[in-house]
């Protein structure tokens, strides 16, 4: 097992473009994470998915968008990037809850 | 909603030492309390989790407890070794049971 994927592994944007971060588990996992971390802090929750179709917000979900087709991916999608959206990103997967399992991270810069 | 505060920030241990980090969360229908390790560059990864049915849980050198009453679970890692050296991170779920809020983390450096 791959595990969970992120793509790509480092990026950088002007203020104002958009992107799509993308995020693929090959667990059969129900849930799904969207987490940022900034730097020397703690993970803050974008936005989550307890299955295909289903999203819901979390703690900072203003700027982005996710969507869930599949089981296996759940890309999250920023529009209009700004400056404050430089962060580390990092996508995680598990059957509930409890003991999620987290990809690389994806690290962006907007400037 | 959830606060979980988490100290020290930092924390410098002689190889074999133990290591304590402590965090307090806000929300007394919480009902679950994960410990992340993650390492330079990584994503973090669960070490040990425990439930509010428990007071106590250990896998080899590493004990977390919890004290509902008052609001607080600690991490013990006995016997430190250099590859311990890493930021952890404590969480608390909400009370929906569907959300992890973390601490602001711990670098925990073992000098050998």
């Known amino acids: 097992n791959a595990g969970v994927t992120q793509t790509p592994k480092f990026r950088i944007l002007k203020i104002g473009q958009s992107m799509t971060l993308q995020c693929a588990q090959d667990m059969n996992h129900n849930y799904m994470y969207w987490y940022r971390q900034d730097p020397g802090m703690g993970l803050k929750l974008i936005y989550y998915?307890?299955?295909?179709?289903?999203?819901d917000k979390g703690e900072v979900p203003n700027g982005y968008n996710v969507s869930r087709s599949t089981t296996e991916d759940f890309p999250l999608r920023l529009e209009l990037a700004a400056p404050s959206q430089t962060s580390v990103y990092f996508c995680a997967s598990g059957h509930r809850l409890y003991e999620q399992y987290f990809g690389p991270g994806t690290r962006l810069t907007v400037t | 909603g959830e606060n979980v505060e988490q100290h020290p920030s930092t924390l410098s241990v002689q190889e074999g030492d133990s290591a304590v980090i402590k965090c307090t969360y806000s929300?007394?229908?919480?009902?679950?309390f994960p410990w992340y390790k993650q390492e330079l560059g990584k994503g973090p990864q669960l070490i040990i989790d425990?439930?509010?049915?428990?007071g106590e849980k250990k896998d080899q050198r590493i004990a977390v407890t919890l004290n509902k009453t008052a609001k607080h679970f600690s991490l013990h890692i006995t016997e430190t070794q250099p590859e311990d050296s890493a930021v952890y991170f404590c969480?608390?779920?909400?009370?929906?049971?569907?959300?992890?809020?973390f601490g602001g983390g711990t670098r925990l450096m073992v000098k050998p």
């Open positions: 998915s307890v299955g295909a179709g289903i999203t």
């Open positions: 969480a608390a779920s909400n009370n929906a049971g569907n959300m992890l809020t």
């Open positions: 425990i439930r509010s049915n428990v």
């Open positions: 929300d007394s229908a919480s009902n679950y």
